[in-house]
């Protein structure tokens, strides 16, 4: 029975967790502080819980450098629901932004001051004419994220800026030049995926086409940065709404983080009532689901797993204490892990085969086949067996996919990434 220690774990996610966070956290779990009480045990009102979301949040500000005009909040339902989530709220304040051009037209300050029919059916008429919701999809999550929209909102209000698989033979694999994209004007929000866990695909910086027009106005970006948040810097002031679930480079799984412009919160930017949604037609959002809502009570409105932000305040507590240039060092170590692995696999092009083109190759999610001898069934079948028995594991890629998927999160040391480099040439030599 192999320990700990033997093993290093390349899976998607939930992904490997930095041992000395564990041993902390399983002494939390059992008395916490000397309570004689488990951190799971407490109250979700209790000081205790609003120290740990606090510190938390103060540490992901100072690791990620995101500016004092954004709020962090912690949720629940994972990335999928924060699909569903950017479509709520992001439609809700752009219907604010239209009410306040409306009443502005009308020459009146408040929405009681006009007629409230004549209002409402002047925001139907710019919903059927201008709402739209842009969407980037480079791989299988982004595609989930534009079909959600489409469900919830109807097709006719979402628009396809860019699908990967008509560069790529059908296929995920690649991201279009920008210059194809076909982005919308004044869309409620342009969505993409930053990093695509399943296919290997990642944006090599901050799309040129999202910066600002010529006055001066970015585009309301939303990015889902599930799978390579805290492991480069990210120009955070590029953003509206950036959100991870925190299975794979932060903590357990349970709790999904959302880094929100304040501007698109109350005071500035109130969410519309449930009851002028319903009349022009429109969802209205499940409360948990409330980003000023969720904002108001400091990620307390309902019982937060206090003990999944335990461990990502541990776990951003120990990139602090390892990195002191903060996310800079991490991408720095990031980059190393990922060349080793890269070039393995690059010095032995009739065994491997690379699946995304190499200008967009994932640093997180290393996709490749093992294509030796023909049979690519049987050769990643030996590959994986042949691994395991070397202690490193999870390795086997997406189910949609197949072929062989290494994850190289923050938490793989170098010297995992320097043992599965060193058995991806051994394994070749084997195959010759």
């Known amino acids: 029975m192999p320990s700990r220690e033997d093993i290093t774990y390349f899976g998607a996610g939930p992904a490997l967790l930095p041992t000395p966070v564990l041993e902390n956290a399983a002494q939390a779990l059992l008395n916490y502080k000397d309570t004689g009480l488990g951190i799971a045990e407490h109250s ?17 500000a100072t690791y990620l450098d995101i500016p004092d005009d954004y709020e962090i909040l912690f949720m629940q339902g994972g990335g999928s629901g924060e699909f569903a989530a950017t479509v709520y709220n992001l439609v809700g304040a752009w219907v604010t932004k239209k009410k306040a051009e409306i009443l502005k037209q009308l020459g009146a300050q408040k929405e009681e001051e006009v007629n409230q029919e004549e209002l409402v059916s002047a925001l139907k008429k710019a919903i059927d004419t201008e709402l739209k919701l842009d969407y980037l999809v480079t791989g299988g999550w982004s595609l989930k994220a534009y079909q959600e929209a489409g469900r919830l909102l109807g097709p006719e209000y979402t628009n396809l800026a860019t699908d990967a698989r008509t560069v790529n033979q059908g296929k995920f694999g690649n991201i279009p030049d920008e210059s194809t994209w076909k982005l919308s004007k004044n869309a409620a929000m342009v969505y993409y995926c930053d990093n695509e866990t399943v296919d290997g695909v990642e944006f090599p910086k901050f799309p040129d086409a999202l910066g600002p027009d010529s006055n001066g106005v970015r585009p309301i970006v939303v990015a889902d940065m599930s799978s390579n948040i805290l492991s480069r810097r990210i120009p955070v002031e590029n953003f509206s709404v950036i959100f991870f679930g925190a299975q794979k480079n932060l903590g357990s799984t349970g709790v999904t983080v959302v880094i929100i412009k304040k501007s698109l919160l109350p005071p500035a930017c109130p969410q519309p009532s449930p009851a002028l949604l319903r009349k022009l037609g429109l969802p209205v959002p499940p409360v948990i689901f409330s980003y000023e809502t969720v904002a108001k009570n400091n990620s307390l409105y309902n019982t937060l797993s206090i003990f999944d932000v335990y461990i ?21 170590l990031a980059n190393q892990k990922a060349e080793l692995i890269y070039q393995a696999l690059e010095a032995h092009p009739n065994i491997y085969k690379i699946v995304p083109d190499k200008s967009v190759r994932s640093r997180m999610n290393i996709c490749f086949r093992v294509t030796a001898g023909g049979d690519t069934d049987s050769a990643e079948a030996k590959f994986l067996k042949d691994a395991t028995a070397r202690g490193l594991t999870g390795l086997k890629g997406h189910r949609s996919v197949g072929g062989i998927r290494a994850s190289n999160y923050n938490s793989i040391p170098l010297s995992g990434a320097q043992a599965l480099a060193d058995f991806i040439n051994n394994f070749a030599q084997t195959q010759g």
């Open 312 to 332: 990502a305040g541990q776990v951003l507590k120990r990139l602090l204490a390892t990195f002191p240039d903060k996310v800079d060092g991490q991408q720095a």
């Open 44 to 60: 979700h009102r209790s000081q205790y819980a609003a120290d740990i979301i606090n510190e938390a949040k103060a540490d992901l």
